[in-house]
């Protein structure tokens, strides 16, 4: 299920270069996550997310942006 990067939404915001603001539009727009339970914190495959970006027509710049 996980690939070797799994970050919670603080890193994969410093990992992406992007605000929690953005994360948040990014999730409601069907980014990719995992939880363990209904009410438990969100986790991101870094390599799934990365892979969405890139078919939702997104690219990596200095930030990733569309």
Known sequence: ??????????????ALGIST???SGLVKNGLPY????????????LTEVKAWL??????P???WTK
């Open 54 to 59: 890139r078919e939702a027509g997104y690219a």
């Open 34 to 45: 995992h939880q363990l339970t209904a009410n438990s914190r969100k986790y991101y495959d």
């Open 21 to 23: 603001t953005i994360l």
């Open 1 to 14: 299920m996980f690939g070797e990067e799994i970050l919670n939404g603080k890193q994969l915001c410093e």
């Open 61 to 63: 710049h200095t930030k």
